[in-house]
C-alpha cells in the first residue's frame, strides 16, 4: 500500500517542477512518512562525512577499486614479455583510465560532497542501487 | 538574421519554454511555434521520432567553443569547476540521465568530455591494440559534425563514454548553450574542430610533476605501487607524445605546470611554478601582464610590505616565441599562504578582465579546497575563466552590433 503510494509520488514529480514531495490531500499521509525516513536517513550519512550514500556508489567504488588491482596485474604480466609491445601500451593505458575513473568518483564524493546517484535515486528511490545506509 | 533549435518533445522535462526575441528592431514580434513531424535526421543517433517543437529567435548568438586540452580523460573537474564558477552557478551533470555522463551542465555553459566520440571501446581497442590515446579511437568527423551542429544552435544526441564499464552507453540530448567547453585528449587535433574554437587552452604538466600528481592520486589504492604508477606513465608517453604533445602549438593559451626551482632538488610536486603562456593577436584575447606590456620583468611581491614564509613567491613576465608565435609568458613560482598576499598580488596585475577588485582573489577562495588553490595553477585557471568571460562579452556584443549596422547601412 505504502509502495503504491509510493510510485505515484515519483510519477507526479515528473510533471511537478517542484518539490518531489509536493502534497497533495490523498498521499499527505505518505509522503510525509517518505519526508520523514529520508531526512532522518540523509542526516545520518552527513554525520559520517563525505563518502557514498547510496549502495549503487559504494559498490561502484569496490568495483573500481576491485579493476584498478586487477588490471594493474594483468599489465605486469602482459609487459613480461615486451615492453614496448602495443598490448603492453593498452594494458598501462586501461590501468590509467580506471585510475582516473575512481579518482574522479573520489573527488566528487569528498571535495563536492554530491553523490553521482544523486538525481537518479530522487526519481527512482525503491531501487537496489539506491539504498541507503544508516550504520 | 533567425536561429531555429529543434526539440524533440520526449526529451523536454518539463514545458516547453519559449525564447522572447527581444531584438525588435529587426522586426520580430511574434514567437513561432510549429509541431510537425521530423524527417531529416539532426547530427548523431537519433533515438526518437515525435513531433518536434521549433523555436525560432531572432539574435540568438551562436554558441562560443572553448577547447581545453590535458591528458587523462575529463579529470579536469578542478579547472572546469573554477571556470563555470566565474561565469555564475555549479556545474552538473544532467540531471535525470545517466549516472555516467561525463556532461556538466550550468546556467551558461556545457562541458563536453571528449572521450564520448570514442570509436572503439575498451574491448575494441584491447583487440586493435590502441590507446585512448591514438586518434585511430576516435571519431573526429562525429565529433566534427555535432560541435559544428552545437554551435550553429541546433541540438544533438551525443554519445557517452561509460569510464566504469568502458562501453558506449546510449546517447544524451546536449542543446546549445551560450558557451561549450569540449575537454580531453584531442580538442585541437583535427583541423576542422581547431577552426570551430573561439578560444583553446592546453595545461602542459611535465613528466616530474605528473609523476608526483599520480602518486598523490593512486597511492591510496591498493592495486598501485610506485612502480605501477611509473610504467604506467612510460608506457603511455610514446602516444602521448605523438598525438597529443603537438596539440599546444596550437592553444590560444598554455599552462605550463613544472617542479618549483626555488627548492633546490625538490621531488615533492607541491609547491610548483606555473607558467600562462598567451598567444600574441588572438581575437577577443588581450593577454595579462605585470607592470608594462611587452616588457620584461621578475618581480619578489616578499618584502617589507608583504611577508611570505619558505619558500616564498617569484613572478616572472615577459615576450617569448613559443613554437614560431608570438607569445607573452607570465609565471609564477611558489605559494600563497595567506589572503593579503593574494589579494596583493592580483592588485599588481594587469588586463585580468576583472569586473571589480578583488575579483580574482574572491574567486580563488570560493573553491579553496580545490587542488592549487594556494599556487599558480588555481590562480592562472581562474585567470584563464576571466578572460574567456572576456572573451565571451566580446564576441557576443559584436554580434548585437553587426546587425545593428546592417539596418543603419
Given at each position: 500500500m505504502a509502495t503504491l503510494r509510493l510510485h505515484s509520488l515519483t510519477a507526479a514529480s515528473e510533471k511537478i517542477p517542484t518539490s518531489p514531495f509536493a502534497p497533495s490531500s490523498r498521499v499527505l499521509s505518505a509522503s510525509f512518512h517518505c519526508n520523514e525516513k529520508r531526512v532522518s536517513r540523509r542526516m545520518t550519512i552527513n554525520a559520517m562525512g563525505g563518502?557514498?550514500?547510496?549502495k549503487g556508489t559504494q559498490m561502484r567504488e569496490k568495483q573500481l577499486s576491485d579493476m584498478i588491482k586487477m588490471k594493474v596485474t594483468e599489465a605486469k604480466q602482459v609487459c613480461e614479455g615486451d615492453e614496448t609491445s602495443d598490448e603492453c601500451k593498452v594494458a598501462w593505458d586501461e590501468v590509467e583510465e580506471v585510475s582516473q575513473a575512481k579518482a574522479d568518483l573520489r573527488l566528487r564524493l569528498e571535495v563536492e560532497k554530491k553523490d553521482p546517484l544523486e538525481s537518479f535515486c530522487l526519481e527512482n528511490p525503491e531501487t537496489e542501487e539506491c539504498k541507503v545506509y544508516d550504520d | 538574421m533567425a536561429v531555429c533549435s529543434a526539440y524533440t518533445?520526449?526529451?523536454?522535462?518539463?514545458t516547453c519554454s519559449i525564447s522572447t526575441p527581444a531584438k525588435t528592431h529587426l522586426g520580430f514580434h511574434q514567437k513561432q511555434v510549429v509541431f510537425y513531424r521530423r524527417s531529416s535526421k539532426r547530427g548523431g543517433s537519433g533515438s526518437s521520432s515525435g513531433p518536434c517543437v521549433i523555436t525560432c529567435s531572432a539574435g540568438d548568438s551562436q554558441t562560443v567553443v572553448i577547447g581545453l586540452a590535458a591528458d587523462s580523460g575529463c579529470g579536469k573537474s578542478t579547472f572546469m569547476r573554477r571556470l563555470t564558477s566565474v561565469f555564475g552557478g555549479a556545474a552538473e551533470p544532467p540531471k535525470g540521465g545517466n549516472p555516467d555522463s561525463n556532461t556538466l551542465i550550468s546556467d551558461m555553459t556545457t562541458v563536453i568530455c571528449l572521450d564520448d566520440y570514442h570509436s572503439l571501446d575498451r574491448t575494441g581497442r584491447k583487440e586493435k591494440g590502441?590507446?585512448?590515446?591514438?586518434?585511430?579511437?576516435?571519431?573526429f568527423d562525429l565529433m566534427y559534425e555535432q560541435v559544428k551542429a552545437i554551435k550553429s544552435g541546433v541540438a544533438v544526441d551525443k554519445p557517452i563514454y561509460n569510464h566504469v564499464t568502458g562501453l558506449l552507453d546510449p546517447p544524451e540530448l546536449i542543446k546549445p548553450p551560450k558557451i561549450l567547453v569540449i575537454e580531453g585528449l584531442h580538442p585541437m587535433f583535427d583541423e576542422r574542430v581547431r577552426d570551430l574554437l573561439d578560444f583553446s587552452i592546453y595545461l602542459d604538466i611535465s613528466n616530474e610533476v605528473k609523476f608526483a600528481w599520480k602518486i598523490q592520486r593512486?597511492?591510496?589504492?591498493?592495486?598501485?605501487?610506485l612502480e605501477s604508477i611509473r610504467a604506467s606513465i612510460e608506457a603511455r608517453k610514446p602516444d602521448f607524445d605523438a598525438y597529443i604533445d603537438p596539440q599546444k602549438k596550437y592553444a590560444d593559451a598554455v599552462i605550463e605546470v613544472l617542479p618549483t626551482q626555488l627548492i633546490p632538488d625538490d621531488n615533492e610536486g607541491k609547491v610548483l611554478r606555473v607558467r600562462l603562456i598567451m598567444k600574441e593577436g588572438v581575437k577577443h584575447f588581450s593577454p595579462v601582464y605585470l607592470f608594462d606590456e611587452g616588457s620584461t620583468i621578475s618581480w619578489i611581491p616578499c618584502g617589507r610590505k608583504l611577508t611570505c614564509s619558505y619558500p616564498g613567491i617569484k613572478f616572472h613576465y615577459g615576450p617569448d616565441t613559443y613554437f614560431g608565435n608570438e607569445v607573452s609568458i607570465l609565471e609564477m613560482d611558489g605559494q600563497f599562504d595567506r589572503l593579503d598576499e593574494l589579494i596583493y598580488v592580483e592588485s599588481h596585475?594587469?588586463?585580468?578582465?576583472?569586473?571589480?577588485?578583488?575579483e580574482v582573489t574572491q574567486q580563488m577562495l570560493k573553491h579553496?579546497?580545490?587542488?592549487?588553490?594556494?599556487?599558480?595553477t588555481g590562480l592562472f585557471q581562474t585567470i584563464v575563466g576571466l578572460k574567456i568571460r572576456d572573451l565571451y562579452e566580446q564576441i557576443t556584443s559584436s554580434k548585437t552590433a553587426a546587425p545593428l549596422e546592417a539596418t543603419k547601412a
Open positions: 563518502g557514498a550514500k547510496y | 518533445t520526449q526529451s523536454l522535462h518539463s590502441v590507446t585512448a590515446l591514438d586518434p585511430r579511437a576516435n571519431d593512486d597511492m591510496a589504492e591498493r592495486g598501485h605501487s596585475l594587469s588586463n585580468i578582465s576583472t569586473r571589480f577588485y578583488g579553496a579546497d580545490f587542488p592549487g588553490s594556494n599556487n599558480g
